[in-house]
């Protein structure tokens, strides 16, 4: 059916352009007509309409195709992905010349006389103009791409889809995140796709009074996911100190899947988060348990 579909356009675009050179004569069907020289007009006028718009879409799909062939990609990628914004950018900048052609209008003419209206609007526009610049940057980049797991200020999550104004981001709770091309290319961005080893890491922090030692804290947590041990790999366990303040110490703790599995992930993620809390609100109750009398020896009883 695709091809079958293929082929009908093949054929129309094959008609629309014999018409164009007056290989193909369609004027008797206005022979007769008072307004012959109009029909002539607006005949020329929307068959090159046509023809442009069957020649982009001829272009979009054989880039495509062969880019498909050549990489064997099966979904979306970036270069698929901005093939279509390069298309739909075309597409619309055809459709006004092609617009303004049926009305008569010299798009030349009309762009000088109104060249203060669209310098002010190439002002009014120009943070929706910077946006699609930075969306095809992206897009080419190849700095990132659709699936890739990653951090951008406080949020983190997995990249659904990039589009010429801004990257749609899905977090770990499931929230959709849009944030604008022009924010991403300022901002310092981690790709945790990208590198090498597929760690995954869960950064908190802990109040000093709540932590007796660093071993005995990475021992706890590493009990508390070890129902999940057979997808993880051993020896990975990590409770890395990042950073020691004044009142807390900011840590990571570490390890690394055996195979990328998102759900599993954010299972094992909650399920070591969830013992972190229990730590600390257990040791909260100890560290804020008032103290009682002193004893006959002068020591203060708990």
Known sequence: ????ILLLKAVIFVL?????????DISWLYAYSKYRDSFDYYKY??????IFLMFLDFVQFTAIRLYRRRNKVQGEDNFIIGVGQIYMILLVIGLIAGFLSLFRIDGSKLFTSLSIVFAGIAILTKDYITNMVNGMIITF??????GDNVRLGKQRGKIVDITLQNIHMLNDDDDMIYIPNNLLLSSEVVNYTRREVKRTSIEFEIDLKYLTTVEELE??????????QELIKPESYY??????RKDNVAMKFQYILKKPNKEMERVIRKKAIRRLVEIITERKKFADKPLGPPDEIGHSVI
Request: charged share 15%; proline share 0%.
């Open 45 to 50: 006028a929307i068959v090159n309409i046509a």
């Open 239 to 244: 409770l890395r100190v990042a950073e020691v």
């Open 16 to 24: 629309l352009v014999m018409i164009r050179l007056n290989e193909l």
């Open 219 to 228: 021992k706890n947590l590493i009990d508390a996911i070890s129902s999940f």
């Open 1 to 4: 059916m695709k091809y079958l």
């Open 141 to 146: 980049s190849g700095q990132l791409s659709i």
